[in-house]
């Protein structure tokens, strides 16, 4: 049975950087496409960022230039790393991950991202 684990959330002043990792386990399962999501209080789940191996790496425009995610080598874990954050990055974040050999994608639990001014 497949488990995914994020990690890497918490406060931050503004200006500040973060790097959320999920990880894929067993390492039997491989991470061929996913993607970054985050919700902030009130408001819908919205796209950061994602990969998949059609279209390459892409970014919301809220967050391009200032974040960036990939995969190690292993195919086994995916990161986001976000710098320059602003308090508008508040919001609990969540990867979803296409993984073989399931041929499904799974969410992470989530993890918070809290931006102070």
């Known amino acids: 049975q497949v488990q995914l684990e994020e990690s890497g959330g918490g406060l931050v002043q503004a200006g500040g950087s973060l790097r959320l990792s999920c990880a894929a386990s067993p390492s039997t399962f491989s991470i061929n496409a996913f993607g970054w999501y985050r919700q902030a209080p009130g408001k819908q789940r919205e796209w950061v960022a994602g990969f998949t191996s059609g279209a390459g790496t892409n970014y919301a425009d809220s967050v391009k230039g200032r974040c960036t995610t990939y995969r190690d080598n292993a195919k086994t874990t995916v990161y986001l790393q976000m710098d320059s954050l602003k308090p508008e990055d508040t919001g609990v974040y969540y990867c979803?991950?296409?993984?073989?050999?399931?041929?499904?994608?799974?969410w992470g639990q989530g993890t918070q991202v809290t931006v102070s001014s």
């Open positions: 979803n991950v296409y993984l073989s050999p399931l041929g499904s994608s799974r």
